[in-house]
């Protein structure tokens, strides 16, 4: 669903913000520092919290950009779980003596307006990988503050590595950067009063969008970006969910409740993958100590969810190594096919009128709690791209603004994997009749999300039209014919990948082929395994 609530320049023009010709210049200016949140959206473990300057005013920002809200792969399901992460925020840099300032300009817009209120010495952020908007904007921004002599200063995070020579070193630098300590915020030793009309126009800011979070939280049940929840889901799933995660991530009812569920909190940084690590190892440590069969079961499973925590971070560096991965094929040979788009039957599958149970099923789990496994995820990008022959760049964005956890780093390399257009990873292409008769064995996935064919006998339910009974349901013929549309997507999608050189692939291989990770737990043999061909990874989530 599109966001509709932002109108471009409106909310600028209640606040009385006028960049081009405003404010006024105060001849004595104080000094600050800024912190500038982007998605980091935490005070635990947050390496800018550590390292600024205690001793001179500093001030926290979130720029509300209308180029980034803009953007096709944005919805307001994004913006409320981020404004609700912003209200908990707030009043958590309240307790270090920190205001968090909501300023609706973009970055650079941002700066310049407070830069006419204040001399901005140094700023502090985190290095983001998101999508071609949001690294233009950066580079806009290293241009203003290298023009205006202010040192911006970005620390990693996502364990992604900026600038990375080669990925033969990346596992290296990823289990050194996980072995860091967890960071503790500190507490400013400043009392700083900020500027009347500058702090009126932040709480005008806070409360329109405060009122646009409780608008759309009223209109669906979702997560909220609150510690005390992170916390809570965090320590329910490595105590019991967990202990069956490993055995239940690819069947579509039984992971909901298995799956950590914490992907919305680590897509906006509201929790860092390293405290999640961490808490994991501890677990891990505990159950090593009871030394039964279920415990060493739990540890195994643990174990699966600390690779899953690596992929993570393995497929945001593939986008933060290539960014045209959100538009252009990685292998180009694959230009020459797809490149009609279909409206009508996009449409049709995004509401949920495919006429193919699983795929209607998965689209509305999507949309009832913008969350669903990594295998549905998977199934449904293959239908769209392979079975339909459908450009996944006309599927990437209307699928993003239905996940909350949408993350561009794993969304755009995982859809290029899933369309068979990386050049290096096995054709997948699914039939979503007969595989998701071995992962919903029970038929409670179906049942849960198409109540209209609870009449349905069990031995139909997945092919409901060779039911005798077929015309009493309002459930028409599938949109396409499966097998034959795979059939026919195989004979293409394999001719190309076969003809590819083996120049191309190497090339692909060398820049993003994973290499091997080992845990550092001893004696699991789960562990030694080598992960060095991605073509088995199919539970990211």
């Keep these: 669903m599109k966001i509709k609530y932002f109108k471009g320049s409106h909310l600028v023009n209640i606040l009385n913000i006028n960049i081009i010709s405003i404010y006024n210049v105060y001849a004595m200016k104080d000094t600050i520092n800024i912190i500038w949140f982007k998605k980091d959206l935490r005070i635990t473990d947050n390496q800018c919290l550590f390292e600024y300057e205690t001793s001179l005013p500093t001030i926290a920002v979130y720029f509300f950009e209308s180029d980034i809200i803009r953007q096709s792969d944005f919805s307001d399901f994004h913006l409320q779980f981020i404004v609700s992460s912003l209200i908990h925020l707030e009043s958590s840099l309240k307790k270090i003596w920190i205001q968090l300032l909501y300023i609706p300009l ?80 500190k507490k400013t030793t400043c009392d700083f009063e900020l500027i009347s009309e500058f702090s009126s126009n932040s709480k005008n800011c806070r409360k329109y969008y405060k009122h646009l979070f409780e608008t759309i939280a009223q209109q669906r049940n979702l997560q909220k970006g609150w510690e005390e929840l992170w916390k809570s889901i965090l320590k329910n799933f490595l105590s019991t ?235 028409p013929h599938p949109i396409i014919d499966i097998k034959q549309a795979n059939k026919e997507a195989k004979d293409i999608l394999w001719k190309i990948k076969w003809n590819t050189s083996k120049e191309t692939k190497n090339k692909i291989i060398k820049k993003h082929a994973s290499r091997t990770f080992h845990s550092d737990r001893k004696n699991n043999t789960s562990s030694k395994k080598k992960h060095t061909s991605e073509n088995n990874q199919t539970t990211l989530f």
Aim: include cysteine; aromatic fraction near 16%.
């Design 106 to 185: 973009n970055a650079v817009d941002g700066l310049e307006y407070i830069w006419k209120y204040y001399s901005i010495k140094k700023i502090f952020a985190h290095e983001e990988t998101w999508n071609l908007k949001s690294f233009e904007r950066d580079k806009d921004v290293i241009h203003y503050t290298n023009k205006n002599n202010i040192k911006f200063i970005e620390y990693p995070t996502n364990w992604v590595v900026r600038r990375l020579k080669s990925r033969d070193s990346w596992n290296k630098i990823w289990k050194s950067r996980m072995s860091h300590q967890i960071y503790e915020a």
């Design 241 to 475: 969910r967990s202990s069956s995660y490993m055995y239940n991530i690819s069947k579509p009812f039984e992971s909901q409740s298995t799956c950590s569920r914490l992907s919305p909190y680590i897509t906006y940084w509201c929790l860092s993958v390293k405290y999640v690590f961490k808490e994991t190892q501890k677990r891990m440590f505990e159950l090593g100590q009871l030394r039964s069969t279920a415990a060493q079961n739990h540890i195994k499973s643990l174990e699966y969810f600390l690779s899953r925590l690596h992929w993570q971070s393995h497929f945001i560096q593939k986008l933060e190594d290539e960014p045209e991965m959100e538009i252009k094929n990685l292998n180009p040979d694959f230009n020459s096919i797809r490149n009609d788009t279909d409206t009508w039957l996009i449409d049709a599958v995004f509401s949920a009128r495919s006429w193919i149970p699983y795929i209607d099923a998965t689209v509305r789990e999507l949309q009832i709690t913008w969350w669903t496994n990594f295998r549905s995820r998977a199934t449904l990008v293959s239908f769209l791209c392979n079975t339909c022959m459908q450009p996944w760049q006309s599927v990437a964005s209307k699928i993003a603004q239905l996940f909350t956890d949408y993350e561009p780093g794993i969304h755009y390399p995982q859809i290029q994997m899933q369309a068979a257009t990386t050049g290096i990873n096995t054709i997948r292409i699914y039939n979503p009749v007969y595989n998701w008769k071995q992962k919903d064995i029970f038929w409670k996935f179906i049942y849960q999300y198409l109540p209209e064919l609870r009449t349905v006998p069990i031995d139909f339910i997945h092919e409901p039209h060779l039911w005798d009974l077929f015309e009493t349901l309002e459930y």
